[in-house]
T-cell receptor
Framework: AQSVTQLDSHVSVSEGTPVLLRCNYS??????LFWYVQHPNKGLQLLLK??????LVKGINGFEAEFKKSETSFHLTKPSAHMSDAAEYFC???????????FGKGTRLHILP | KAGVTQTPRYLIKTRGQQVTLSCSPI?????VSWYQQTPGQGLQFLFE???????NKGNFPGRFSGRQFSNSRSEMNVSTLELGDSALYLC?????????????FGSGTRLTVV
């Protein structure tokens, strides 16, 4: 069975400082992992995805994530936060055997001026 | 390439009524899945359709149903609406190849039950 845990429900960082949003997963098979972002009153936008290729995945808007199988983690990072990054971020796990995708509870990112 | 289109964007219904939401996937995508998003429960999987067949179903009551047409468009129906059905309903269109797959979400339909 799959599951995904986003370790922080809220993260606050100052503009220009690094962002770290943490995600741990469990999956019976080789998982695919995604990060999605949702701005207020908007739908979900794919930031990046891992599907068994390179373990360091680069996404849009300067975000990247590293798949660490030994730690069952897929943390999202960005070197320098921008005000426009304020949104809710969802870590998602899926595997082709199960044909389901599971969302984390989400992490709301606040950017302080 | 057009994205995933969900209609309507907003909907207000009264308790006991029924509602039908529509989702048009990206051209060429054959799988459509539906999710309910609420502040309390987060994002929850409703069901998934592939080639007009329901392939997976989440833990929702039978009041929630769906179908998929031959052109891959999907509809979701909720009967006997309850206040707790107020939510953002998201549809995702997905594709698979041998070495890649992914999901693209629509902007959602925000349903308010009064």
């Amino acid at each position: 069975a799959q599951s995904v845990t986003q370790l922080d429900s809220h993260v606050s960082v100052s503009e220009g400082t690094p962002v770290l949003l943490r995600c741990n997963y469990s999956s019976s098979y080789s998982p695919s992992l995604f990060w999605y972002v949702q701005h207020p009153n908007k739908g979900l936008q794919l930031l990046l995805k891992y599907t068994s290729a390179a373990t360091l995945v680069k996404g849009i808007n300067g975000f990247e994530a590293e798949f660490k199988k030994s730690e069952t983690s897929f943390h999202l990072t960005k070197p320098s936060a921008h005000m426009s990054d304020a949104a809710e971020y969802f870590c998602v796990v899926s595997d082709r055997e199960d044909d389901k995708i599971i969302f984390g509870k989400g992490t709301r990112l606040h950017i302080l001026p | 390439k057009a994205g995933v289109t969900q209609t309507p964007r907003y909907l207000i219904k009264t308790r006991g009524q029924q509602v039908t939401l529509s989702c048009s996937p990206i051209s060429g995508h054959r799988s459509v899945s539906w999710y309910q998003q609420t502040p309390g429960q987060g994002l929850q999987f409703l069901f998934e359709y592939f080639s007009e067949t329901q392939r997976n179903k989440g833990n929702f009551p039978g009041r929630f149903s769906g179908r998929q047409f031959s052109n891959s468009r999907s509809e979701m129906n909720v009967s006997t609406l309850e206040l707790g059905d107020s939510a953002l309903y998201l549809c995702a269109s997905s594709f698979w190849t041998d070495d890649n797959y992914g999901y693209t979400f629509g902007s959602g339909t925000r349903l308010t039950v009064v």
